[in-house]
């Protein structure tokens, strides 16, 4: 009923930028906290950037001051601006949304997307 789609991922060098987007789409009647998360092979999946349905913002200790995450609530899209970007940076990123649906509203659903692969070169 709800897809998450990211794009926007890929290959940059150490020091570089990218921003990634995430589309949710479906039978949506509004959208919770945002997130996007990231996993390295081997490694859990851990929160990037939350972006809050009262508009606070969160970030990860790794990448606060580099990162940025925003919305937009009436197109039902999130961004992640990623600068400075480092080596360690490498993993794929994915967007997560807690959506009210026409089905399950006013209860949330969790919803992922399918991740976006983001590699930096040192």
């Known amino acids: 009923q709800v897809q998450l789609v990211e794009s926007g991922g890929g290959l940059s060098e150490a020091g570089g930028s990218l921003r990634l987007s995430c589309a949710a789409s479906?039978?949506?009647?509004?959208?919770?906290?945002m997130a996007w998360y990231r996993q390295c092979p081997g490694k859990q999946r851990e929160l990037v950037a939350l972006?809050?349905?009262?508009?606070?913002?969160t970030y990860g200790l790794s990448v606060k001051g580099r990162f940025a995450i925003s919305r937009d609530n009436a197109k039902n899209t999130m961004h992640l601006q990623m600068d400075s970007l480092s080596p360690e940076d490498t993993a794929v990123y994915y967007c997560?949304?807690?959506?009210?649906?026409?089905?399950?509203?006013?209860?949330?659903?969790?919803?992922w997307g399918q991740g976006t692969q983001v590699t930096v070169s040192s």
């Open positions: 997560n949304a807690e959506v009210r649906t026409r089905s399950s509203w006013p209860a949330l659903t969790n919803c």
């Open positions: 479906g039978s949506i009647v509004s959208i919770g906290d």
């Open positions: 972006a809050a349905e009262d508009g606070r913002t």
